[in-house]
């Protein structure tokens, strides 16, 4: 089966943001500026761009990206394990997608995309960057494949919503504090204190 090449239009090429408006990608400004990160004793210390076109993957790392990186700093014990596994359904489930995704015709089509630097203090925030990527994969193959109606509208929109809710579900599980998860990675219903 023949598979696209996803033609990535820079933020370079358009210098006063015409296409970004267009598509309805706005810049995100709080995400440089949370002091979230900043207060982060980083394990390890690196930076990724990420290259995005879905507004999933824009307003993830706009209003939870920092937050996720922050939490899974302080994570411990059970709930190290309920995130490390949820990673792992999560990258099992996405490879999957994109199996499938990219065997499927597809014709090529030039998407606006836009990008964006982030911080990585913990490994599991590089795991994230990892997963965001990879939804948005799904989310531009799965628009080039329903352009060639090698899927349709359904499949697609299946195909992003299961994307979705395995990251959100990583987002979920680094609100309850450490003291909510059994040693084990399963979460108890009332905080100990």
Aim: hydrophobic share 35%.
């Amino acid at each position: 089966m023949a598979t696209s090449q996803i033609e990535a239009i820079e933020p370079d090429d358009d210098p006063e943001g015409e296409r970004r408006k267009a598509a309805g990608l706005k810049p995100i400004h709080r995400l440089g500026g949370d002091q979230r990160i900043a207060r982060i004793l980083p394990e390890t210390d690196s930076r990724a761009t990420v290259v995005y076109c879905s507004t999933f993957v824009r307003d993830f790392l706009s209003r939870d990206f920092h937050f996720c990186g922050a939490k899974f700093a302080v994570a411990r014990a059970g709930k190290l394990r309920a995130l490390d596994d949820a990673f792992r359904d999560g990258e099992e489930g996405l490879t999957k997608a994109l199996g499938w995704i990219e065997e499927k015709p597809a014709l090529d089509i030039p998407l606006m995309s836009d990008r964006h630097p982030v911080e990585i203090k913990h490994p599991l925030a590089g795991r994230l960057v990892r997963l965001l990527n990879q939804h948005d994969k799904i989310f531009s193959l799965t628009l080039c494949a329903l352009a060639a109606r090698s899927i349709g509208p359904s499949d697609r929109d299946t195909a992003i919503e299961v994307a979705s809710r395995r990251i959100t579900l990583i987002h979920s599980l680094c609100i309850p504090d450490n003291d909510q998860y059994t040693a084990d990675g399963i979460r108890t219903n009332t905080p100990q204190r």
